[in-house]
């Protein structure tokens, strides 16, 4: 059995038009007689607007509720896409998750799926019935429903394709494909045929957004063939795929960049075992995420500065659980909220000698002063004013010819 999963995101199923659309492709893929498993988003919009209805009520709604409240909006489309195969003379059963079912963990808005049951599915394929799954949901051991996070449709659909041994898994989205970079930052930013998993993973958590990176994470493991493409134009996509795959390797694969970071420096802290830790404890214990870290060695090996990244949103809360905290001192806290980070992309690096060197000319050439250096095998993140983002993005699409 030739299985295929074919997930719509949100835009592509936005309108009755669209919906009728979609099942066009679907229905091409019939043709080609592969076995389809149709997974789907909520048409565009309406999980947000689930979630502001949770707000109006209260900020702490329950989020056993918040996830049976949020997760309705798969329902519908579901419904509609089957509902328009089922008119169209071809047969088509919607499924959500609790009906296949799909198991996940009892963690609430971020399920993680743990077991999927195939039977029903099977049996449904088997008969020339098209399923369409509704994205996003699960059920616990408990019979409680979940939702798995913020654009985890990619997930189910990847999952899904992990358990039926699909062939692959096409993700259809508004978009043509990953791009080079972000084109509301560089209009020149351009597609990119195909990509490992290791550089889709980097780009994802480091701000592009075509897909969850959950989820790219869940495909590099089972090594399932993804393919990102438009529903609304034809063409290519995006293939993400295994290193092995990829023939001709640039040096640097992508450009990402992120916006809303702060930067915070701390002065003067002791240069001793522990206080590192007893700087970054309360601010875990608070789930407030620290991206770029630096320490400066000590010229004195009693003092030294720390500086740290974070998002602009935990700037408040972070200052004062480090004002408020007595288990270390320092002399003075700054703080930057109008900073980026600025990473190229690439396994190419692995092997070319000269990247990080070729960066800092390219972006000093522009006279753009770097706050702070990460690097890893595979990327190079600057942290930078963020008023030069888009002309460094510039500066470094150019120098390495993307
Ligand atoms: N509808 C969900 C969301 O907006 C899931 C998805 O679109 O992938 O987050
Ligand atoms: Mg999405």
């Given at each position: 059995?030739?299985?295929?999963?074919?997930?719509?995101?949100?835009?592509?199923?936005?309108?009755?038009?669209?919906?009728?659309?979609?099942?066009?492709?679907?229905?091409?893929?019939?043709?080609?007689?592969?076995?389809?498993?149709?997974?789907?988003?909520?048409?565009?919009?309406?999980?947000?607007?689930?979630?502001?209805?949770?707000?109006?009520?209260?900020?702490?709604?329950?989020?056993s509720e918040y996830d049976v409240l949020v997760s309705s909006g798969e329902q519908i489309s579901c419904a509609l896409i089957s509902g328009q195969l089922n008119s169209m003379g071809h047969k088509s059963r919607s499924f959500l998750g609790w009906q296949i079912p799909i198991i996940t963990d009892n963690n609430y808005?971020?399920?993680?799926?743990?077991?999927?049951?195939?039977?029903?599915?099977?049996?449904?394929?088997?008969?020339?019935?098209?399923?369409?799954?509704?994205?996003?949901?699960?059920?616990?051991?408990?019979?409680?429903?979940?939702?798995?996070?913020?654009?985890?449709?990619?997930?189910?659909?990847?999952?899904?394709?992990?358990?039926?041994?699909?062939?692959?898994?096409?993700?259809?989205?508004?978009?043509?494909?990953?791009?080079?970079?972000d084109p509301r930052n560089y209009n020149k930013a351009k597609k990119i045929r195909t990509i490992s998993y290791e550089e889709m993973l980097e780009m994802s958590s480091l701000g592009s957004k075509v897909m969850q990176s959950n989820?790219?994470?869940?495909?590099?493991?089972?090594?399932?063939?993804?393919?990102?493409?438009?529903?609304?134009?034809?063409?290519?996509?995006?293939?993400?795929?295994?290193?092995?795959?990829?023939?001709?390797?640039?040096?640097?694969?992508?450009?990402?960049?992120?916006?809303?970071?702060?930067?915070?420096?701390?002065?003067?802290?002791?240069?001793?075992?522990?206080?590192?830790?007893?700087?970054?404890?309360?601010?875990?214990?608070?789930?407030?995420?620290?991206?770029?870290?630096?320490?400066?060695?000590?010229?004195?090996?009693?003092?030294?500065?720390?500086?740290?990244?974070?998002?602009?949103?935990?700037?408040?809360?972070?200052?004062?659980?480090?004002?408020?905290?007595?288990?270390?001192?320092?002399?003075?806290?700054?703080?930057?909220?109008?900073?980026?980070?600025?990473?190229?992309?690439?396994?190419?690096?692995?092997?070319?000698?000269?990247?990080?060197?070729?960066?800092?000319?390219?972006?000093?050439?522009?006279?753009?002063?770097?706050?702070?250096?990460?690097?890893?095998?595979?990327?190079?993140?600057?942290?930078?004013?963020?008023?030069?983002?888009?002309?460094?993005?510039?500066?470094?699409?150019?120098?390495?010819?993307?």
């Amino acid at each position: 059995m030739k299985i295929v999963v074919l997930k719509f995101g949100g835009t592509s199923v936005g309108t009755i038009e669209r919906i009728k659309k979609v099942c066009k492709i679907i229905l091409s893929f019939k043709k080609k007689r592969y076995k389809v498993i149709v997974v789907t988003s909520a048409m565009s919009g309406m999980t947000n607007n689930l979630i502001k209805k949770s707000l109006e009520i209260s900020k702490n709604f329950e989020p056993s509720e918040y996830d049976v409240l949020v997760s309705s909006g798969e329902q519908i489309s579901c419904a509609l896409i089957s509902g328009q195969l089922n008119s169209m003379g071809h047969k088509s059963r919607s499924f959500l998750g609790w009906q296949i079912p799909i198991i996940t963990d009892n963690n609430y808005k971020n399920a993680k799926i743990n077991f999927v049951n195939v039977r029903k599915i099977k049996k449904i394929l088997s008969n020339g019935i098209i399923p369409v799954v509704a994205g996003f949901q699960g059920i616990t051991e408990n019979d409680k429903v979940t939702t798995l996070g913020r654009g985890a449709s990619d997930y189910t659909a990847i999952t899904l394709a992990k358990y039926f041994l699909a062939e692959k898994c096409i993700i259809f989205t508004d978009v043509d494909g990953v791009m080079t970079t972000d084109p509301r930052n560089y209009n020149k930013a351009k597609k990119i045929r195909t990509i490992s998993y290791e550089e889709m993973l980097e780009m994802s958590s480091l701000g592009s957004k075509v897909m969850q990176s959950n989820s790219v994470q869940e495909a590099r493991l089972n090594r399932t063939d993804v393919l990102v493409k438009s529903s609304f134009k034809k063409g290519e996509g995006t293939l993400i795929t295994k290193r092995k795959k990829i023939k001709n390797y640039k040096i640097i694969t992508g450009i990402s960049s992120t916006k809303n970071d702060s930067k915070i420096t701390m002065l003067g802290v002791k240069d001793k075992p522990g206080v590192a830790a007893a700087i970054f404890k309360p601010l875990s214990k608070n789930n407030i995420n620290v991206d770029m870290v630096v320490q400066n060695i000590s010229a004195d090996k009693k003092e030294t500065d720390i500086t740290f990244t974070i998002k602009n949103e935990n700037t408040l809360k972070t200052i004062n659980l480090l004002k408020n905290s007595n288990k270390f001192k320092y002399d003075k806290i700054l703080i930057d909220k109008n900073v980026s980070k600025l990473s190229i992309i690439g396994v190419g690096m692995i092997t070319t000698p000269g990247v990080t060197y070729r960066m800092f000319q390219a972006l000093s050439k522009k006279k753009i002063n770097i706050l702070v250096i990460s690097t890893s095998e595979i990327k190079i993140s600057v942290l930078i004013k963020k008023s030069n983002l888009k002309r460094g993005i510039q500066a470094l699409h150019k120098e390495f010819n993307l």
